[in-house]
């Protein structure tokens, strides 16, 4: 049906996909309506939507490297901006990110700047180049463009680090969402989460998370975006809420001013369960300093551009003229999410504390909360908390307490959406981290089959053999991951924010001086990569065990410094080194201009 | 100047260009985010408060898309672009 020209149909494949699963939500809505309970229908979207992606999965499978590598090289600009956007968007910015808007506010909104902003160093600095250099991973490009193996062993170290870290976050977040969903206690669906994971990636390398990730991409967009107009316009704020919301977030100030920020007892929040925060800040007023902020955007943009599973995404487009314009693309798709966010938290907030709407809480007695439906469903879940601290019998805004992840779980239920929102919701936030740990995943297992299997210890493997050592890594990695996710040794968005900092250490300069600066030695960028990982990870440890820190760097921007330290050892260290040779020099200037053949071949 | 050189110093160029926007946009206008807070800007939200949730986030889009049309207008007025058959 779809074999032969799949490219030229791709258009039609999505289309009738998109309107099929509209289809899926129409018959779920119908079936709640006529009783289906809220349980069977939260399995129904997970199952459902799993299932789909392991179908495109399987039907991609291939035996040849070039498509497990880089999707054969031709994925469409707009459908590999589609990919990059599911790559991109991950638990942490589908599940977490308006829950950090709704706490901490302006601070917090940093990270929107940041994960939007390093696009444009994706595009000016990077992306077109690496894609003309004809690399599979970018371990590759480093070892190529440097020379030996020490160079490209080094990246790959940097590599697994930054990727690992960020790959149990996404993994423990499959594990939760699949935990709620379908019931299970969350050791075991941390696994269920992996298989379905493993599913897309296994049998059709990148050509099959490519696809399975264009298809999430259109599950969580849906999912993200259809709740967010709902409630805007259920709750009489807008038609349109992304132009609409300036009285909702100036009444929201309002509110603000007239409870006022009580700070609560360290004794009474003893008693608040762990991970569960209260409103303290105010929601739109600036409240960082500017250092603070620019520092949180700057590290998040640097990293973004020094993550691999990004940037491999980019060489799977058919041109270097096609990769800069993904690039674009990919940051479109990403803004239709980015943007709604903070809109999300405006509706979720006001929706809960303002005493006028009839979903308001504050001002409530006590007995009046603890009677709510969706009250008792979330606070069972260990997602929301009340407590009467002042012993006035009503509740007041400093002693209502949530979990971050209840803003986007939970809203749709609170503004009383029906259920089949919830459902679909959480089938967004399993598509979102499923594509992410899919991306991270392979990048991983490619780097370690392609660039330390093949070509350090046996450059004569033949494809079938590289292949299965691919796919075997990429279970081996997988199960590493889910082991150490199941222990639940940090939150989603702290992992994920380390995960750009371990990556802006050790890479950023070693790739931008590796295209933007011929004098670049071998011994400047290993000095580079390794000494800037390991500033960066001490610096980390430092702060974490109790160290001051010093310039305002803390541990979720340890990446300045790791980054500072980078630059400085790979200059003064090329400096101090004999200059690369003609050769060398000569593959910097072919690789800065589009035209002509790529550095490395087509099966290399 | 070979014609390489040259090609390469327009698009050394465009990098500043385009990465002088960006840092306007990114961090920039953040160095006066408590001052710019105070004005009502578009749709009536707080100037630094839109830019935070929209107007830089825009921004970003609108750049990269018109960094890659330059470059490709630089790519071909030195005759380095790619053939549609490659």
Redesign the interface.
């Known amino acids: 049906m779809i074999k032969g020209n799949f490219i030229d149909n791709l258009p039609r494949v999505y289309g009738i996909y998109t309107g099929g699963f509209i289809g899926f939500i129409i018959v779920m809505a119908i079936a709640e309506q006529m009783g289906m309970t809220a349980k069977a229908i939260g399995i129904a979207f997970v199952a459902f939507t799993v299932f789909i992606y392991a179908l495109i999965g399987y039907l991609s499978r291939t035996a040849q490297a070039d498509a497990y590598y880089v999707a054969g090289r031709q994925v469409p600009t707009v459908f590999n901006g589609m990919a990059t956007a599911a790559d991109w968007m991950s638990g942490a910015s589908f599940v977490a990110m308006a829950g950090g808007i709704y706490f901490k506010g302006y601070g917090y909104m940093a990270l929107l700047v940041g994960w939007t902003g390093g696009y444009v160093l994706v595009a000016s600095l990077l992306a077109p180049y690496l894609r003309k250099f004809g690399c599979y991973t970018v371990p590759d490009f480093i070892g190529t463009r440097y020379g030996g193996n020490l160079a490209r062993f080094s990246a790959v170290v940097v590599l697994t680090v930054a990727s690992f870290t960020y790959v149990t976050a996404q993994i423990n977040a499959t594990g939760t969402i699949a935990s709620v969903a379908l019931d299970i206690p969350f050791q075991y669906a941390v696994y269920v989460g992996l298989i379905s994971i493993l599913l897309c990636s296994m049998l059709g390398g990148m050509r099959g998370v490519t696809w399975t990730q264009v298809a999430q991409y259109i599950v969580l967009i849906i999912a993200y975006l259809l709740p967010v107009f709902w409630i805007s316009n259920k709750m009489g704020a807008g038609f349109f809420p992304h132009f609409m919301l300036a009285d909702e977030v100036a009444r929201i100030g309002e509110l603000e001013q007239q409870f006022g920020f009580v700070k609560n007892a360290a004794a009474d929040l003893k008693s608040v369960p762990k991970g569960l925060a209260g409103i303290t800040k105010a929601h739109s007023a600036v409240n960082a300093t500017p250092w603070a902020f620019i520092s949180l955007a700057l590290a998040m943009m640097m990293g973004t551009a020094s993550l691999p599973h990004v940037m491999m995404r980019y060489f799977t487009t058919p041109s270097v003229k096609a990769a800069r314009k993904s690039v674009g693309w990919s940051l479109f798709f990403i803004f239709l999410l980015y943007s709604s966010a903070p809109m999300l938290a405006t509706l979720s907030k006001l929706s809960l504390i303002d005493p006028n709407l009839p979903t308001g809480i504050i001002g409530k007695t006590f007995a009046e909360v603890e009677a709510i439906d969706w009250y008792q469903n979330w606070n069972q879940a260990n997602l929301m908390f009340i407590s009467d601290f002042n012993g006035n019998g009503t509740l007041e805004l400093n002693e209502f307490f949530m979990g971050g992840k209840a803003v986007v779980l939970a809203t749709p239920e609170i503004a009383g959406l029906p259920y089949v929102i919830s459902g679909l919701v959480a089938a967004g936030g399993m598509a979102a981290a499923m594509s992410t740990a899919d991306g991270l995943i392979l990048a991983i297992a490619n780097a370690i089959s392609h660039d330390v299997y093949y070509k350090i210890i046996d450059p004569k493997a033949e494809t079938a053999k590289r292949l299965l050592v691919a796919r075997v890594l990429l279970v081996i990695i997988g199960f590493a991951g889910a082991t150490i996710a199941a222990m639940e040794i940090q939150g989603i968005l702290g992992s994920v924010i380390w995960a750009f900092d371990f990556a802006m250490s050790g890479l950023f300069f070693p790739l931008v001086l590796g295209v933007w600066w011929k004098r670049a030695n071998r011994q400047g960028a290993i000095a580079g990569m390794l000494g800037g990982l390991a500033a960066g990870a001490w610096y980390l440890v430092w702060v974490r065990t109790g160290g001051s820190g010093f310039l305002g760097i803390t541990q979720l921007t340890f990446g300045i410094f790791g980054s500072a330290v980078s630059l400085v050892l790979m200059v003064v260290v090329s400096l101090m080194t004999a200059e690369p040779d003609k050769a060398t020099q000569k593959m910097v200037d072919d690789v800065r201009v589009p035209s002509g053949k790529s550095i490395l071949g087509k099966s290399h | 100047m070979s014609n390489?050189e040259k090609?390469?110093e327009k698009?050394r160029g465009?990098?500043f260009i385009?990465?002088a926007i960006?840092f306007v946009?990114?961090?920039g206008i953040?160095?006066?985010?408590?001052e710019m807070?105070e004005v009502t800007g578009p749709?009536?939200?707080?100037w630094?408060?839109w830019?935070?949730?929209?107007g830089?986030?825009?921004a970003?889009?609108i750049?990269?898309?018109w960094?890659?049309n330059r470059?490709?207008k630089i790519?071909e007025e030195f005759?380095?672009?790619?053939?549609e058959d490659?």
């Open positions: 390489q090609h390469w698009t465009l990098l385009t990465l960006w946009f990114s961090i953040f160095l006066f985010g408590a807070n749709f009536g939200y707080p630094t408060y830019f935070t949730c929209q830089s986030l825009g970003f889009v750049l990269i898309f960094f890659a470059q490709e790519d005759g380095f672009s790619e053939r490659e």
